[in-house]
Nanobody
């Protein structure tokens, strides 16, 4: 059974930084794409960034390009999201997720999800 546990959320002011982590356990060597999603109150869950764990290719939502960086440490089985220049509109619950094939931002395509970590950015 694959388990994902996020950490690193918190409250920061506009312009601040946070680094989210997602520790993965279980049959992790099978999982090909990992991603971060976020969901703000009253809004749909949206894709933020994704990465191919074997080759390292990355993809970002336009709203976070140049500010967020996704990375994956194969030795530690941990996914990261470095978030810089945070804005109030980045406030949301952030989730990590995995899927077996190509990366996308379609939430229904992901096999496993973490429980989420809250990020709050004040103005």
């Amino acid at each position: 059974q694959v388990q994902l546990v996020e950490s690193g959320g918190g409250s920061v002011e506009t312009g601040g930084s946070l680094r989210l982590s997602c520790a993965v356990s279980g049959y992790t060597n099978r999982y090909y794409c990992m991603a971060w999603f976020r969901q703000a109150p009253g809004k749909e869950r949206e894709g933020v960034a994704s990465i191919y764990t074997t080759v390292g290719g990355t993809y970002y939502a336009d709203s976070v390009k140049g500010r967020f960086t996704i990375s994956h440490d194969n030795a530690k089985n941990t996914l990261y999201l470095q978030m810089n220049s945070l804005k109030p509109e980045d406030t949301a619950m952030y989730y990590c997720a995995t899927k077996l094939d190509y990366c996308s931002f379609e939430t229904y395509a992901y096999n496993y999800w973490g429980q989420g970590t809250q990020v709050t950015v004040s103005s």
